[in-house]
């Protein structure tokens, strides 16, 4: 579960409801996001890939992503918020992507600028995770 740990950190970063329409500009990275991740998936070599929900795999469930100051928080389990920088925001044309590292950790994310809808990656070498999710715009 280290490397669930890891991947929130990063950003792994994302997520929150989609269902409610919203204009394009609210995921282009110019406004702070709330994101939740719905599932994740941790796999490690000759170990079965494990599946669940944030809560089951021991991540948090929700994070904070302000790309225009190149910062993600995440409250971890002790319940003490992390601030954790985003050193690469690009510009695509349908997606905002974050990637990063931190200590030998490495991840890409990205939202949908019409949706929110994330996907995010994360490895240490020997364990990678995936984690899906949503965003919406945070107050």
């Known amino acids: 579960m280290h490397i669930l740990k890891r991947v ?3 950003g792994l970063m994302m997520a929150a409801s989609a ?3 919203a204009m394009a500009s609210d995921f282009d990275g110019s406004k702070p996001l709330i994101c939740m991740i719905a599932e994740a998936i941790s796999c490690r070599p000759n170990v079965e890939c494990t599946r669940g929900t944030a809560e089951g795999l021991k991540m948090p469930q929700f994070v904070w992503v302000d790309a225009a100051a190149k910062t993600f928080r995440e409250k971890d389990p002790d319940g003490q918020i992390r601030t954790t920088s985003i050193p690469t925001v690009v510009q695509g044309t349908n997606d905002l992507i974050l990637q ?3 200590d030998d950790f490495a991840w890409s994310g990205t939202i949908s600028k019409a949706t929110g809808r994330f996907s995010l990656t994360g490895s240490d070498g020997p364990s990678t995770v995936v ?3 949503a965003c919406e715009k945070a107050n």
């Open 19 to 21: 269902a409610i329409p």
């Open 100 to 102: 990063g590292t931190k």
């Open 8 to 10: 929130s950190l990063a």
């Open 131 to 133: 984690a899906f999710g």
